[in-house]
Nanobody
Framework: QVQLVESGGGAVQAGGSLRLSCAASGRTFSVYVIGWFRQAPGNEREFVTSISGSGFTRNYADFVKGRFTISRNNAKNLVNLQINSLTPEDTAVYYC?????????????????WGQGTQVTVSS
């Protein structure tokens, strides 16, 4: 089992950047695929990006358009999400999640463990 805690959210102006972090507990962190999802008010939770256990493979949603970068440090049980060129449409609660399924999962119900989320608010 793994516990996840997100941090790094906040309020920024359009065009700014944020670095979200997902800290995990547990000794077997590297076996988990880690994904980031986001949920805006009134919307369903949507896939943003994921990274394989080794960190060598990444998957991004189309809307990311090169603005988001996911990385992980298994020695520190940490996954980071760098978000650049933020727009008001990026406003949402961002969640990290973990799964033991094969890399490539993009649906929320394919992830078994979730953090509490961190709020990102972008003003125009």
């Amino acid at each position: 089992q793994v516990q996840l805690v997100e941090s790094g959210g906040g309020a920024v102006q359009a065009g700014g950047s944020l670095r979200l972090s997902c800290a995990a507990s547990g000794r077997t962190f590297s076996v988990y695929v880690i994904g980031w999802f986001r949920q805006a008010p009134g919307n369903e939770r949507e896939f943003v990006t994921s990274i394989s256990g080794s960190g060598f493979t990444r998957n991004y949603a189309d809307f990311v358009k090169g603005r988001f970068t996911i990385s992980r440090n298994n020695a520190k049980n940490l996954v980071n999400l760098q978000i650049n060129s933020l727009t008001p449409e990026d406003t949402a609660v961002y969640y990290c999640a973990a799964t033991l399924r094969q890399f490539g999962a993009t649906k929320a119900n394919e992830y078994d463990y979730w953090g509490q989320g961190t709020q990102v608010t972008v003003s125009s």
